[in-house]
């Protein structure tokens, strides 16, 4: 009997090697942590419980038949985050160089199927030379097995992928349709096709890293969704994430215990708003200042930043915030902010996440090459977005509301549920100059008639009371109640109940 638990152990020990000590030694001498040294990181301390240890490959070729390492190449199994359970997979570049192979993906689809049944989010760790090269066609198939399983959990549990090491070929398509994907710079890259095959198709020269790393990824292609120093942060930040997010599609957002007066007036919001309606400020500062603690979540930080996405908690609870950053760009509208924010919202609808849209725009970027990008279709998703969400939706103007972005930005009549204002605010089809210029166009040579015609304009439209006499805006509030008023809000939503019409599903313009 002795023997037979001394060899569980030895067996046990042998699998947590994984493809032996140099090659551990060889991770860790690229600034990279091992497969299960991650895990143990991104998981409460001891509450790892492993599936399929001691699985292995079935492949005969190439001699693999003698190199069988227990595991495959892949940890998984599930463990908790701050108590709540998650399911993980997390590849082991140390074997077959994380490459996946049938067996290999036959344990991933083991958890996701499980994290599906059982409600718990799946957390996959990336780091993999792509398809088990000796196995061909059967490790194609394990990957088309793990794409089929993303797609039929999206919505049901949040999905989020780390990319921890290389992430190239078709292996890119499964974190792509996860929800976040967190990378960390330096020693992680995704892309189609390699720095090699770029320059004998198209002949240009470029490396890894400018072609699919971190930085290239969070500012430029906006595939993934934050960029971290090194393997502790992300594994840090997604716990973080965690945190904030429901474990499916059945339950509530989490509420946590907090430490912040829900009535707290922010005095400083009274004079946020510079007196130029030209001026920009920082949205960022309203957003912490509602937020419990200060505490604020940010996603895609780095792209399109004329618009803000990211969580926050109000009582407790977790609030998606949508918020167009005056700072850049003046807060307009574009493809990609239209893009980011749009993703954002139906991640938060999917999940019950409530949303607050805090709106500043002056309506959507003009110009060609919006237009050649097909901004209206992509203006098109957000504006599909908002109407769609049945989640509680409160926004707050603070200053610009004007043209087709009013109605964008979670207006009334896209069924927000409180629709409040700032004395600040101006709701209008345009601004008074451009307005004057198109309505007094016969006027266009007498410079002072043109003045009182956008004095005339500002008085009538650079308000908020046009709109709140129509009941689109429910309530002006002073900036300085802001949190108590929005907190109240979604306290007085928690029981709403919206359903849309039943459809095979709905076709948003893509
Ligand atoms: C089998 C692989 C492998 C693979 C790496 N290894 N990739 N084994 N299948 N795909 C093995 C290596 O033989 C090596 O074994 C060990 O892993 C470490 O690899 P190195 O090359 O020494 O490491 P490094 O220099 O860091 O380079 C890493 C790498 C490179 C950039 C990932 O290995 C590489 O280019 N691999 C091939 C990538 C690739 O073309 N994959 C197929 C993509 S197509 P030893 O024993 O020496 O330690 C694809 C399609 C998916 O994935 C389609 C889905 C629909």
Known sequence: MKDILSEL?????????????????AQHSRGKLTARERVELLLDEGSFEEFDMF????????GMEKQRPAGDGVVTGWGTINGRMVYVFSQDFTVFGGSLSETHAQKICKIMDMAVQNGAPVIGINDSGGARIQEGVASLAGYAEVFQRNIMASGVVPQISVIMGPCAGGAVYSPAMTDFIFMVKD????????????????????????LGGASTHTKKSSVADGAFENDVEALAEVRRLVDFLPLNNREKPPVRPFFDEPDRLESSLDTLIPDNPNTPYDMKELITKVADEGDFYEI?????????????????????????????????????????????????????????????????LPGTSQEYGGVIKHGAKLLFAYGEA???KVTVITRKAYGGAYDVMAS??????????????????????????????ADLGDAEKIVQHTQDYEDRFANPF?????????????PQSTRRRVSRAFASLRNK??????????NIPL
């Open 466 to 478: 046009v709109a709140a006499e129509r009941g689109f805006i429910d309530e002006v509030i002073m």
């Open 187 to 210: 020693t992680s890259y995704m892309f189609v096709t390699g720095p090699d095959v770029v320059k004998t198709v198209t002949n240009e020269v470029v490396t890894a890293e400018e």
């Open 390 to 392: 049945t989640v509680p």
């Open 9 to 25: 152990e030895d067996r046990r020990d042998n699998a947590r090697l994984g493809g032996g000590q140099k090659r551990i030694d």
């Open 55 to 62: 699985v292995s490959h079935r492949c005969t070729d190439f």
């Open 412 to 441: 009334k009549h896209l069924r927000g549920d409180f629709n409040y204002a700032w004395p600040t605010a101006e709701i209008a089809v345009m601004g008074a100059k451009g307005a004057t210029e198109i309505i007094h166009r």
């Open 497 to 506: 109940q919206l359903t849309n019409p039943w459809k095979k599903h709905d």
């Open 300 to 364: 895609q930080e780095d792209f399109a930043k004329n618009i803000i996405t990211g969580f926050i908690r109000l009582e407790g609870q977790t609030v998606g915030v949508v918020a167009n950053q005056p700072m850049i760009l003046a807060g307009c509208l574009d493809i990609d902010s239209s893009r980011k924010a749009a993703r954002f919202v139906r991640f938060c609808d999917c999940f019950e996440i409530p949303i607050l849209t805090v709106v500043d725009v002056p309506g959507f």
